[in-house]
């Protein structure tokens, strides 16, 4: 029976369907996470892994990990993992793309509305028993109908966070791609622009691309000073995406206006850090994926990843299908 490593507890849709399958599990038990050499150890008396997206599958673990079969990550993200190492060792990498879309484009329009209207620092107010009377200035925020949306990262996300965006504002809509995409230039009339175009341009910028060296840090002192001092930032896929330090002293020195974090630089966030004395902040720790429904079905596609390497055939969601070239 092979064995697979799986690095937390995760939702049972995917262990069971493993089972069924004849594989035995090795299921981390533990309230803290697995350490870097617990990892490796677990990650060494398997034929597989089920990892999340913070553990460190990098040069030095795969070097310790050359037997592996497969690689399954449970996200749609994958910078947490060496690829070209993996696929130098012939080792398939799976992710779990589509099915959590929706819950992570609604984190990010969550955190749109609830930057915009003030709702953490109003609802903080009430609970330290701050709200004494209706203040005709108190707590104001911005409208959101016609503005302009700029989606840095036009995917399946980007895509649905567009579709909120104009379905319920009429927004007018601009991202940057590295490809064009005709599919949100039809549905919205999108324009694809430059990234400096986009700061420029949005009152709310949108980030919905995967961590690279292209994105690593883009959104710096000098990325904030160009946006306008009314935006709002989101950034709902990777906190070292943006500055944390940059970000914060933007919105101090109202540069810009606000911004909802579903990702923070770095994860998990300090408790200390600038930007949660802020008002128009709105913090959240990672929960994109966060309802029942999305991670029972990225159990599932992370199980049949797991399956399918073994078969040798395309995984579900296939992060290097050159490896089987
Ligand atoms: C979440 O961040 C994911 O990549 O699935
Ligand atoms: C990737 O995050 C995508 O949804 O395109």
Redesign the pocket.
């Known amino acids: 029976m092979p064995k697979i490593f799986v690095t937390r507890q995760i939702l049972a849709k995917g262990l069971d369907y493993l089972r069924q399958a004849s594989f035995e599990l090795d299921v981390w038990a533990g309230p803290a996470f697995p350490t870097q050499s617990e990892l490796v150890a677990h990650a060494r008396q398997a034929d597989g892994i089920l990892c999340m997206l913070d553990d460190k599958i990098d040069a030095s673990f795969l070097e310790q990990n050359q037997h592996l079969k497969v690689i399954s990550n449970y996200a749609?993200?994958y910078n947490n993992i060496d690829v070209p190492m993996a696929t130098a060792l012939g080792i398939p990498v799976g992710n779990t793309?589509?099915v959590?879309?929706e819950a992570?484009a609604d984190i990010a329009f969550a955190l749109l509305l609830a930057v915009a209207r003030k709702i953490v620092d109003s609802n903080h107010d009430i609970r330290a028993g701050r709200w004494h009377d209706w203040h005709p200035t108190g707590y104001l925020g911005m409208d959101l109908k016609g503005k302009t949306l700029g989606i840095m990262?036009?995917?399946?996300?980007?895509?649905?966070m567009a579709k909120r965006c104009f379905g319920a504002y009429d927004m007018e809509i601009i991202y940057t791609a590295n490809t064009a995409k005709p599919a949100a230039e039809q549905a919205f009339g999108a324009r694809q622009v430059d990234f400096a175009t986009l700061l420029h341009h949005s009152d709310i910028v949108s980030v919905?691309?995967?961590l690279s060296p292209q994105t690593t840090g883009l959104f710096d002192r000098a990325a904030f000073a160009q946006m306008k001092n009314t935006a709002i930032f989101i950034n709902t896929?990777r906190g070292a995406i943006h500055q944390e330090a940059d970000l914060a002293e933007a919105i101090q020195q109202g540069r810009i206006w606000g911004a909802g974090l579903d990702v923070t630089n770095p994860e998990p966030m300090s408790p200390t850090s600038a930007l949660l004395a802020l008002p128009n902040v709105v913090v959240t720790p990672h929960i994109g994926s966060a309802t029942t429904w999305t991670r029972n079905e990225m159990s599932l596609i992370a199980a049949q990843n797991i399956v399918r390497a073994f078969r040798r055939e395309p995984l579900v969601g296939f992060v290097n299908p050159q490896v089987y070239e």
């Open positions: 749609v993200g793309p589509d959590l879309t992570t990262g036009m995917g399946r996300i980007g895509m649905a919905h691309s995967s896929a």
